[in-house]
């Protein structure tokens, strides 16, 4: 299965807090925080849904795309539509983390 640059990116954000927690293995982790990221990452890529399903009907509407395109119509609704469910999924994913931590910031007081 061919990796999206949104899930890499995910993937990498992961690693960075992953290595960061590690960092300070002694020091009590703050879930509070670490939901507000991950609720900010979910407002970004629900705003990346938005705009690409914007261009998604754009595409969808037209006849056809300009003589000289390197694209196909088609080619470019499947595109958007590709960038709109792995937008879909990674705001999931970050709201799941951001309830995840929410309930862990409320456990931990």
């Not at 000289?68 to 792995?86: F, I, N, P, R």
């Amino acid at each position: 299965m061919r990796i999206t640059r949104l899930t890499l990116a995910v993937a990498v954000s992961m690693l960075l807090v992953a290595s960061t927690i590690r960092a300070q293995d002694d020091a009590p982790m703050d879930h509070a925080a670490m939901a507000a990221s991950y609720a900010q990452e979910a407002k970004a890529a629900e705003a990346k849904v938005a705009s690409h399903e914007l261009m998604l009907k754009r595409y969808q509407g037209m006849p056809m795309l300009p003589k000289g395109s390197g694209a196909t119509k088609e080619q470019m609704v499947k595109h958007c539509q590709k960038l709109v469910d792995s937008y879909k999924e990674a705001a999931a994913q970050a709201n799941d983390l951001a309830k995840e931590h929410r309930a862990m910031a409320q456990g931990a007081q």
